[in-house]
Structures are given as structure tokens and as C-alpha cells.
């Protein structure tokens, strides 16, 4: 009988400490693919992505962030030099790029690969994708060729940023 009750104890001890913490369906919104509890900020703080090409021609960079786009131009071969310091383009602009927010998959933030696919092998150049989110930096070179065996959400959203890219650039 004591190790009945021993037993008992034991498991609801256990089953009063491992709770799995549970947020209200009612109280959380899906957003740029990632759970928020309501009344708690976006997670993404700002997304640049920019193309690098092969040869010559200069990367131009965009930056979203605060319902703002800057365009980085001419920007360095480094996009860690990048300083955004030119004042935003029209909210037309941003207007282009802003899904690109909305639809960032979490396929790519869970992704280990800082460079997806061969990016700049053949004379092709690089789409380059960074993100800040919850204050972690992450960034990606990618093959703009899609030519790579990433899931699929992930080589959609690259064509969708050349297509904004290539949109804003003419």
C-alpha cells in the first residue's frame, strides 16, 4: 500500500512539474510563419536582401524594417558593411517588398546552411538574405538559380525576393 501511494505521489509530483506551458489559441496570431502570443512584438526586427553579382556591377541592397524600405546603393561586396543610412524610399516601394515579410518560411530560420545551393559558382551572382529575429542575426547567401535540394518553401521565397528585387532595381 506505501508503494502505491508512494508511486501515485511520485507521478502527479512529476505531472505538477513538467507541465508543457500552453498559449491561448485565442490569445496568438501566426506571423511571418511564426507563433506570437498577442501583445508581444513581431519577432522579425528586419530582413535585407540584396543581390551580389559575379562580376563588376555594384550589389544594391533593400532593408525592411519599421514599415520602412532603404535602398543600399551602391552597397558593398561585404554585406556586413552595410549601413543603410540613405533615407526610405516611398511607401509605394515598401509596398512591393512588405509580403516578404509576411511570408519568410521557417523552413529558412530553422535551416543550419548559411549558403544554400552554389551561390556565385557559375557567374550567376547571390541573392543575399538577412534577418534579425528575437535579437539573433542570421544570413544566407543563396544560388539565385534555385538549383539546390533545400525544401521547397524556401526556393519559392528566394524567387519571390528576386522578383521584388528585380522589381524595385527597374
Known sequence: MKKCLF????????????????????????????????????PIEYLVFGYIPAWGNIP?????????????DPGPSNPELLTFQNPPLPNAEYQLAEDLLANLPSELLQTTNCKIGCANCWDQGTIYIEVK??????????????????????VDYVFDVWDVWVALYY
Do not use: H, M
Not at 508511486?7 to 507563433?35: R, Y
Not at 544594391?60 to 543600399?72: A, H, P, R
Not at 529575429?133 to 524556401?154: A, L, Q
Open 7 to 42: 508511486i501515485l505521489l511520485a507521478v502527479s509530483v512529476l505531472f505538477t512539474f513538467c507541465k508543457k506551458e500552453v498559449i491561448d489559441p485565442e490569445n496568438t496570431v501566426v506571423t511571418n510563419n511564426v507563433e506570437v502570443e498577442l501583445g508581444k512584438s513581431n
Open 60 to 72: 544594391i541592397y533593400y532593408k525592411l524594417e519599421n514599415q520602412q524600405i532603404i535602398k543600399e
Open 133 to 154: 529575429v528575437n535579437g539573433e542575426v542570421k544570413s544566407w547567401r543563396v544560388d539565385p538559380d534555385g538549383r539546390y535540394e533545400d525544401p521547397s518553401e524556401i
